[in-house]
């Protein structure tokens, strides 16, 4: 099994950065992609990005593009989401997650994590 832990998670007011990190444990090897994605309260589960552990290959919702950067240190296991600019509408529980394809539908991931809250203040 994969064991994913996500820190960074906190209060930031509108236009600040937080950089969320994404620890994998167990048999990583079997999952090639690793993505992130949120939910706010009412909301649907929404894809934020991927990448492959190599980085290679990444994906970005377009609400994030620009302003989110995922990279990933395959030494460390982690996965990091760098987010820049940040608005209220990123206010969101944030999850990683683990899975064999690089994907954008959530139900392609077969770990998560307990997800960390970012709450953005106006």
């Known amino acids: 099994q994969v064991r994913l832990v996500e820190s960074g998670g906190g209060l930031v007011q509108a236009g600040g950065s937080l950089r969320l990190s994404c620890e994998a444990s167990?048999?990583?090897?079997?999952?090639?992609?690793m993505g992130w994605f949120r939910q706010a309260p009412g909301n649907e589960r929404e894809f934020v990005a991927v990448?492959?552990?190599?980085?290679?290959?990444?994906l970005y919702a377009d609400s994030v593009k620009g302003r989110f950067t995922i990279s990933t240190d395959k030494a460390k296991n982690t996965v990091y989401l760098q987010m820049s600019s940040l608005k209220p509408d990123d206010t969101a529980v944030y999850y990683c997650a683990a899975g064999g394809y690089v994907s954008r539908q959530y139900e392609r991931y077969d770990y998560w994590g307990q997800g960390t809250q970012v709450t953005v203040s106006s």
């Open positions: 167990g048999r990583t090897f079997s999952s090639a992609a």
């Open positions: 990448s492959t552990w190599s980085g290679l290959t990444t």
